[in-house]
């Protein structure tokens, strides 16, 4: 059964959400800002995962400007938690990174081409992975669902890697496997 989503809504007053939800009237443009609405909200509510969500942050934009070439447009019209001003006027990664607070810029230590980026993004979920086993491990509480919910984010993020990477053919899953684990 299809669904049919309304279509932009000329009507609609400046700021508020398009008729997707947050973000703007296209898919990606909806994606984008979902994804960047739950970073802001985590920076709120979970400051156990300050660093790893600056991190995605980090990720996020390098791999919409550098990989996916997402217009500058886009990205500006919308507030980057966790970013201070300069970030925009970045061309490579290198510059990006050197124009990000240290919680993160490590996200991006050592990529230099966009075909670099998913180990990246690879060595952010085993960082993601590690916090999680240490917020487990530190008893009963907030600390042990926030653990909770990363190690089983970090395990989905594994199963999708290989299954797409199995699907793709001709990539070394080997390579895969050991960048997820």
């Given amino acids: 059964m299809a ?3 309304p279509g932009p809504d000329p009507g609609r007053a400046e700021g508020c959400p398009g008729p997707l939800g947050p ?4 898919p990606q443009a909806v994606h984008l800002g979902l994804r960047l609405s739950l970073a802001r909200r985590a920076l709120a509510e979970v400051p156990e995962l300050r660093d790893l969500v600056a991190g995605a942050v980090a990720l996020l934009l390098a791999r919409e400007l550098f990989v996916v ?3 500058l447009e886009l990205l500006l019209d919308r507030p980057l938690p966790g970013l201070p ?4 006027r970045a061309r490579t990664f290198a510059e990006l990174a050197a124009c990000l607070p240290p919680q993160a810029a490590w996200a991006l230590r050592g990529v230099d081409r966009a075909d670099g980026l998913w180990q990246a ?3 952010w979920w085993r960082r993601a992975a590690r916090e999680g ?4 491990r530190a008893g009963p509480g907030r600390e042990l669902v926030v653990g909770a919910v990363l190690l089983l984010a970090a ?3 594994r199963v999708v890697a ?3 990477a199995a699907a793709r053919g001709g990539v070394d899953l080997g390579e895969v496997v050991g960048a997820a684990a």
């Fill in 3 to 5: 669904v049919r989503l």
């Fill in 23 to 26: 973000g703007g009237e296209t």
């Fill in 69 to 71: 070439g997402r217009p």
């Fill in 85 to 88: 001003d300069g970030w925009e």
């Fill in 121 to 123: 993004e690879a060595a």
């Fill in 133 to 136: 086993d240490r917020l487990v």
């Fill in 155 to 157: 395990d989905g993020w």
């Fill in 162 to 164: 290989a299954l797409a």
